[in-house]
């Protein structure tokens, strides 16, 4: 297998095939990369999650379009590496494919079934970084990550991280926090967050960032199930470190921050 940084996906170039797992960002073309804009285009194949598929139309122009849903990731990962066997193949993925998306899956199936392929990984912009920038810069220290999807990791997993996360002071960042058949997770997860952490610490509430309906909340660990019926899976929550505060335009909350530590070197 063949890890490859290539200017373009470009179709008059060598007729061996190659893969692209590219990240899409979180939804809004603006938040479209360059080098994604430009695989995508110039790709003879485009398959993915008919959710992500629907959010490009505008880089359609001839590309056999493949479209598939939710489950069955597998398959097409697999359909993605066979077909570029002999053509240039994009496979999407929301977000930063790197970060809870299609990449490793790619790569580990290749591995086994084609260990010679070209595979390009080009990175979008991820859900935590898209809600970061809305809320204000509460990641701009150490930060943790952590899905609450528990479909390929066990509850009990997720609720032992978690635990360990609230002692160490970080901020915590929720993906995938809550589906319709999952909700009792995060009700634990928040329950967890209030044994260890300040009632008043910072909590953001980032949904569908940088799309038309997005809704962007600033409130309180004690406060926060005041929110919970907003928070699906395509929600971001924030959880404040031990030194992150509220952005506040004098009593409204605006936003939250986590500094990075220049006051404790810097006098301004």
């Not at 379009?65 to 929301?94: C, F, P, W, Y």
């Not at 299609?102 to 898209?130: F, H, N, Q, W």
């Not at 660990?221 to 506040?248: N, P, S, Y």
Request: glycine fraction near 8%.
């Amino acid at each position: 297998m063949e890890m490859s940084r290539s200017q373009s996906q470009n179709n008059t170039g060598p007729s061996a095939g190659s893969l692209a797992v590219v990240g899409i960002g979180p939804g809004s073309p603006e938040m479209l990369t360059i080098a994604a804009e430009s695989a995508i285009k110039n790709a003879d194949i485009v398959i993915g999650n008919d959710f992500y598929i629907n959010q490009i139309p505008h880089l359609f122009s001839g590309q056999e379009i493949i479209k598939s849903q939710m489950g069955k990731e597998v398959n097409r990962a697999e359909q993605a590496i066979t077909l570029a066997g002999d053509k240039h193949v994009v496979m999407v993925s929301g977000g930063d494919p790197g970060v809870y998306g299609m990449a490793g899956l790619v790569l580990e199936m290749a591995e086994r079934i084609a260990p010679d392929l070209k595979i390009e990984i080009i990175p979008g912009v991820t859900a935590a970084s898209a809600g970061a920038a809305l809320l204000g810069a509460p990641l701009t220290n150490d930060f943790a990550v952590i899905s609450l999807s528990d479909l390929l990791t066990p509850r009990e997993v997720i609720e032992k991280r978690i635990r360990a996360l609230c002692t160490v002071g970080i901020p915590i960042v929720l993906y995938n926090p809550k589906s319709r058949t999952r909700t009792s997770l995060l009700e634990d997860v928040i329950d967890i967050a209030k044994e260890q952490l300040p009632g008043e610490t910072p909590v953001g509430v980032v949904k569908d960032a940088y799309r038309p309906d997005s809704k962007i909340i600033v409130t309180t660990l004690k406060d926060v199930m005041d929110v919970f019926d907003i928070i699906d899976m395509h929600t971001v929550v924030f959880i404040g470190g031990e030194e992150t505060r509220m952005l506040r335009r004098h009593e409204d909350a605006r936003g939250m921050f986590t500094p990075r530590g220049y006051h404790r070197k810097y006098v301004y």
